[in-house]
């Protein structure tokens, strides 16, 4: 291990502690991060700068303990806290893929998915279809079938999702478990367009539908509501808007006993946010398990109703710090008296949350872990958009061409909302464990590109 001078603001600081209680979304970096003796950034044992010389970059390195960390934290804490029964659900738009989807399943938890292709992806990483449930605001015929077919849980959205779920079930001759979703009317302070819990939502039925939800569904033979879901939002650091929720559901759940309804489950999703930057201090997993179960426990003692089985949906907070993205450092450009830009190989098509949520990263230089960061400049991307700025004002160490910049905490709605833009090739992740990388995503390449493209044969011409 290098000795790094206390003197100077260092990459080190983002270092986790090596505690076995750490939890993963309080740290920028993902829990096995350290500093080799060549000065150089490590993570599940691998030197950062060793993986770019042999997968390429951009690339994405996953910590598989930071991941199973997590899965474990969530799913003991539940244990622990809660005195029904319980299930951990990965809400996988964060990042699906076959190995993720794999990691969270032989943890034992279950996969939320939101279209045809992310649940394919969980039943081919082999998740049991009684743990997979599907979301959506507008699921579509076949992919309600898809779902039906293969015994998958589904989340109700609306009227119309109710009718189709019918009319599908009665066809296949089958009975379908269904949970309503409801939006709570809950505010909670995060990025407006991460906030759903708030009654002018996309998502889920009016509360003041209930009635009318639950008194048809107690006619349907063909349906069967097995409970009542709701989600507030996403990179949420405040204990109140849960607790809030817990009383709401409750009240919604008894509702429903009252309708006849076998139901016996609440979804209280997700939402606790990650640390992206020193400003931020969300609370631990362990400690926002504690502050839900307490609160639904409560609930359900004032209203006199045995505990359900309570499911939850974490995303973010169990795949964002998990990850770092790793870049080649390119040219530079000082305007005198405003700023330096320093270019990277990568940026809106790999990590499109700056551009769109305006979402604040750190970075440091993998290669120079002990060096002063003494140097403030924005951080380009290389697409042709003014905009395509990963981190203004960063402070890194002084950086040159070929050095390795690093950004972590990318594993959540990084991959999963890359793009080609300007046709540029997505990158690969790997999966780093014990001092060994496997790839779990291939990079693309120029032929991927170019696979779903026709060419009419007049223009051929």
Known sequence: MVSISATHPTSRQYLPPATPDASPNQHILPLTATVNDRDCLEVGGCDVTELV??????????????????????RDGWQKYYPGESLVIYASKAWSCLAICAIAGSEDLGIDVVSGGEILTAIKAGVSA?????????????????????????????WLELENIA????AAGKNVPVMIRLTPGIECHTHEYIRTGHLDSKFGFDPNQL???????????????????????????????????????????????????????????????????????????????????????IACDEHGVAYPRVLSEPGRSLIGSSCVTAYTVGGNKTVPGIRTYISIDGGMSDNPRPITYQ?????MIANKMSAPMTETVTIAGKHCESGDILIKDAQIAVAVPGDILVVPATGAYNYSMSSNYNRITRPAAVLVNYGEANIIIQRENYDDLLRFDRLPERLAK
Request: with cysteine.
């Open 53 to 74: 010389q042999q997968f390429g970059s951009p690339l994405y390195i996953l910590d598989e303990q930071s991941v199973r960390t997590a899965c474990r934290q969530y």
């Open 130 to 158: 009684e743990k997979i449930y599907f979301h959506g605001n507008n699921k579509s015929v076949a992919e309600l079938e898809l779902a039906i077919a293969n015994n998958c849980r589904i989340i109700a959205d609306n």
């Open 167 to 170: 009319n599908i079930a009665s």
């Open 211 to 297: 009635d009318e939800v639950f008194t048809w569904l107690s006619k349907q033979t063909d349906i069967t509501c097995i409970g009542v879901h709701a989600h507030i939002g996403s990179q949420i650091f405040e204990q109140q808007p849960h607790q809030d929720l817990a009383g709401v559901m409750v009240e919604w759940y008894k509702l429903a006993l009252s309708h006849g309804l076998p139901i016996s489950e609440i979804n209280v999703g997700g939402g606790l946010g990650i640390k992206y930057t020193e400003a931020d201090d969300p609370q631990s997993i362990d400690a926002w398990i504690k502050n839900v179960a307490t609160a639904l426990k």
């Open 359 to 363: 979402s604040q990263y750190r970075a």
